[in-house]
Nanobody
């Protein structure tokens, strides 16, 4: 069974970089035809897909976040990371990493098969 665990600072100051790591166990992030995503839920709002890195290493980002987002991976550690630049208080959210088979609808969250527990990130001075 694949397990995911997010880690990173819970408090980030405005204009700084939000950086999170997702550690995967029980499966490889290079496994064929899988996407490894970051999803966030701002307070009082619906979940929002932010981007993914595919098993091939290709990345794809939400158009609304693309200019500020970077997802990368370290295959030796079986981890993938999220960096979000120039954060504002509107980036405050619970951030989760999740996996889904290829062709899963990006916002089809009920179709994702493994989730981390989520980590609260607050942007505040």
């Amino acid at each position: 069974q694949v397990q995911l665990q997010e880690s990173g600072p819970g408090l980030v100051k405005p204009s700084q970089i939000l950086s999170l790591t997702c550690t995967v166990s029980g499966g490889s992030i290079t496994a064929d035809s899988y996407y490894w995503s970051w999803i966030r839920r701002p307070p009082g709002k619906d979940r929002e897909w932010s981007g993914y890195i595919a098993s091939s290493g290709a990345t794809y980002y939400s158009p609304s976040l693309q200019s500020r987002t970077s997802i990368a991976r370290d295959t030796s550690k079986n981890q993938f990371t999220l960096k979000l630049n120039s954060v504002t208080p509107e980036d405050t959210a619970v951030y989760s990493c999740a996996s889904a088979p290829r062709f899963t609808r990006l916002a089809g969250f009920s179709e994702y098969d493994s989730w981390g527990q989520g980590t609260q990130v607050t942007v505040s001075s």
